[in-house]
């Protein structure tokens, strides 16, 4: 049982390149997120996701977009990265809107150039 | 808007002595609460939770507290160990928000031998 797995765990993009992260889960939890995390910040939510098919917004949305084509896959795509999108990024993933429990994939540090 | 902030930004501690970490939140609507700590070059790892409906629960060597009336939460860590040492988060999760989770800022908890 891996839980959730993020995919890549490093890069470094060169500013306007573009890259997709992708977060799989195993556990058939319905809700996914995406979070970044910066120096002396909490985690602050860019998107999430409610069930297969579906997306919104969350606090810090702006340069990301998501798909959730598949249950289990969350993908977050750069379009046009920019040295302000560099951060650490957290996918999450938990059962459904009553559920108590959510589980964190290990990270994407992303420096942009 | 909604936020959960920690009065402490590192507290440093002796090993065998008890920790005691803080945090206010704002939403008086949040019904669920989790502890998350975090080693360097990791993703968060939870500790304990606690629902609304309640103002204590214990762990092992973890104890947490709610209370409602001021807001606040608190992370209490029994017989602190180096492997403690660590950033704690507090997240709060507002009722009806697609159990999404606001972060506090951490704080950050040194273990001195």
């Known amino acids: 049982n891996a839980g959730v797995t993020q995919t890549p765990k490093f890069r470094v993009l060169k500013t306007g390149q573009s890259m997709t992260l992708l977060c799989a889960q195993d556990m058939n939890h319905e809700y996914m997120y995406w979070y970044r995390q910066d120096p002396g910040m909490g985690l602050r939510l860019i998107h999430y996701?409610?069930?297969?098919?579906?997306?919104a917004k969350g606090e810090v949305p702006d340069g990301y977009n998501v798909s959730r084509l598949k249950k289990q896959n969350f993908l977050l795509g750069l379009e046009s990265a920019a040295p302000s999108q560099t951060s650490v990024y957290f996918c999450?993933?938990?059962?459904?809107?009553?559920?108590?429990?959510?589980?964190f994939g290990s990270g994407t540090r992303l420096t942009v150039v | 808007g909604e936020s959960v902030g920690l009065h402490l930004p590192t507290l440093s501690v002796q090993e065998g002595d008890n920790s005691i970490i803080n945090c206010a939140y704002s939403?008086?609507?949040?019904?669920?609460f989790i502890w998350y700590k975090q080693e360097s070059g990791k993703g968060p790892q939870f500790i304990i939770d606690?629902?609304?409906?309640?103002d204590k629960r214990q762990g092992q060597r973890v104890t947490v507290l709610l209370n409602k009336t001021v807001k606040h939460l608190s992370l209490q860590i029994a017989a602190t160990q180096p492997g403690d040492s660590a950033v704690y988060f507090c997240a709060e999760r507002g009722a009806g928000t697609a159990s999404k989770l606001t972060f506090g800022t951490g704080t950050r908890l040194q273990v001195t031998l």
């Open positions: 999450a993933s938990t059962k459904d809107s009553i559920g108590y429990g959510y589980t």
């Open positions: 996701s409610v069930g297969e098919g579906t997306t």
């Open positions: 939403n008086s609507a949040s019904d669920y």
């Open positions: 606690i629902r609304s409906n309640m």
